[in-house]
């Protein structure tokens, strides 16, 4: 919720790479209370390929997705499209891992897109912006698709049980130097520093820093590493139900019954995939 309200005000791609910036700093000065040290010393090639390769797609490609679906949906919306998440995972293991693909997995991810078609379709009924919806629904499940390799690629790095903050240091910092290299070559960086004028955006943007790629994706990861992937992904997919009453009260949001339902539907599916 502070994302959209940053967002709205700054430019999703503003957010996007200076949160990663702010939580880069606090995951450091973590590493630096925890360890004693501020960078994490035992990176090898095999940490930097992985961390790397979920830090661009996870953080710099996926969430500008996401943000640019805050922007355009709203909180409560784009964060059910994340739900596409273990269907995607789920896809992705079974084509490039090998993974086995059961009758109850396609029977849990038919449970999980019918939800949300269920919510989209009445959402759209009732929205007089269909070109703008169709943009931030694709935006959405690019969003989603991003997370889910970005997981999946994350897992990869956490073998041996590497630490899960040193992890994500290394993440941040790679999706962080390739969103700021790439604002430097487009003459970005000085609208970038205007942009943060705007103080109520620039709080909202500090908050969301704090409460997102520091303490949750952090305790995110230490979650996938000490418990069953599926248990932790059931767990991390239950925003869209907590943003039911938040959307109503702070945004003001009219939620039909169907959409209450089609939220819960969707999650019961992610739960299916996972623990059956």
């Given at each position: 919720?502070?994302?959209?309200?940053?967002?709205?005000?700054?430019?999703?791609?503003?957010?996007?790479?200076?949160?990663?910036?702010?939580?880069?700093?606090?995951?450091?000065?973590?590493?630096?209370?925890?360890?004693?040290?501020?960078?994490?010393?035992?990176?090898?090639?095999?940490?930097?390929?992985?961390?790397?390769?979920?830090?661009i797609v996870g953080f710099a490609l996926g969430d500008m997705l996401?943000?640019?679906?805050?922007?355009?949906?709203?909180?409560?919306?784009?964060?059910?499209?994340?739900?596409?998440?273990?269907?995607?995972?789920?896809?992705?293991?079974?084509?490039?891992?090998?993974?086995?693909?059961?009758?109850?997995?396609?029977?849990?991810?038919?449970?999980?897109?019918?939800?949300?078609?269920?919510?989209?379709?009445?959402?759209?009924?009732?929205?007089?912006?269909?070109?703008?919806?169709?943009?931030?629904?694709?935006?959405?499940?690019?969003?989603?698709?991003?997370?889910?390799?970005?997981?999946?690629?994350?897992?990869?790095?956490?073998?041996?049980?590497?630490?899960?903050?040193?992890?994500?240091?290394?993440?941040?910092?790679?999706?962080?130097?390739?969103?700021?290299?790439?604002?430097?070559?487009?003459?970005?960086?000085?609208?970038?520093?205007?942009?943060?004028?705007?103080?109520?955006?620039?709080?909202?943007?500090?908050?969301?820093?704090?409460?997102?790629?520091?303490?949750?994706?952090?305790?995110?990861?230490?979650?996938?590493?000490?418990?069953?992937?599926?248990?932790?992904?059931?767990?991390?997919?239950?925003?869209?139900?907590?943003?039911?009453?938040?959307?109503?009260?702070?945004?003001?949001?009219?939620?039909?019954?169907?959409?209450?339902?089609?939220?819960?539907?969707?999650?019961?599916?992610?739960?299916?995939?996972?623990?059956?």
């Amino acid at each position: 919720m502070f994302f959209t309200v940053a967002s709205r005000r700054l430019g999703h791609n503003v957010v996007n790479r200076v949160r990663l910036a702010v939580a880069l700093i606090l995951l450091l000065l973590a590493h630096l209370i925890s360890t004693g040290t501020i960078v994490p010393m035992d990176v090898i090639g095999y940490h930097w390929l992985w961390f790397g390769l979920s830090g661009i797609v996870g953080f710099a490609l996926g969430d500008m997705l996401l943000f640019k679906a805050f922007v355009m949906l709203g909180t409560r919306l784009a964060m059910l499209l994340m739900a596409l998440v273990p269907v995607f995972s789920t896809l992705i293991a079974w084509i490039f891992l090998y993974e086995l693909l059961e009758m109850t997995d396609i029977l849990a991810m038919s449970v999980v897109i019918a939800g949300i078609v269920w919510v989209v379709t009445g959402h759209r009924n009732t929205s007089p912006n269909g070109k703008h919806d169709t943009i931030g629904i694709l935006c959405g499940i690019g969003g989603a698709a991003g997370q889910a390799i970005g997981l999946i690629l994350s897992k990869k790095g956490l073998a041996d049980g590497y630490s899960a903050l040193s992890g994500n240091i290394i993440r941040v910092f790679t999706a962080t130097s390739v969103l700021w290299v790439i604002a430097l070559i487009r003459g970005r960086v000085p609208y970038t520093v205007r942009m943060l004028q705007d103080r109520p955006g620039s709080r909202a943007l500090l908050a969301g820093s704090i409460c997102g790629p520091f303490l949750g994706v952090w305790l995110s990861l230490v979650a996938v590493q000490n418990t069953y992937v599926g248990i932790a992904s059931t767990l991390m997919a239950l925003p869209p139900v907590f943003l039911i009453p938040l959307s109503h009260w702070i945004f003001k949001e009219r939620i039909s019954l169907a959409a209450i339902i089609g939220t819960l539907v969707a999650i019961a599916g992610v739960a299916l995939i996972f623990l059956l």
